[in-house]
């Protein structure tokens, strides 16, 4: 039997931007998506902590080092500039694969510079 785990996470990044005139996405700091492991057009869950918004949405690769989590598109909706959000992808796993797996976890700081991965 198949399972899904946590493969990555970006932990309480913040929101610099929600851009509702974009075609969809969330635009993520494209050092943020090599530590995390996150790859451009993947799919990933978006956790609000201020507002306890979940949804799903696909990656686009944003500046290095810019810092940038831009919600676009209708997404845009579902969270202000300045929010705290968790980035989260999964994976799907056999018993023997997900045995000794563990999950990249990557904590950033207030200006999404990264503290802990």
């Not at 700091?29 to 799903?56: C, H, P, T, Y």
């Not at 810019?66 to 968790?86: F, W």
Request: glycine share 6%.
């Amino acid at each position: 039997m198949l399972q899904e785990f946590l493969c990555s996470k970006i932990h309480r990044a913040t929101v610099t931007d929600a851009n509702l005139n974009y075609v969809g996405s969330i635009t993520i700091d494209e050092a943020l998506m090599k530590a995390s492991k996150i790859k451009e057009w993947q799919k990933v869950e978006i956790l609000d902590v201020n507002n306890g918004e979940r949804f799903q949405t696909y990656v686009i690769k944003g500046e290095a080092n810019s810092g940038t989590i831009c919600l676009n598109g209708a997404a845009a909706r579902k969270v202000q500039p300045g929010d705290k959000v968790i980035i989260v992808s999964y994976g799907i796993f056999t018993p023997q694969e997900a045995e000794n797996f563990k999950p990249t976890i990557v904590i950033v700081d207030d200006d999404n510079k990264i503290i802990n991965h």
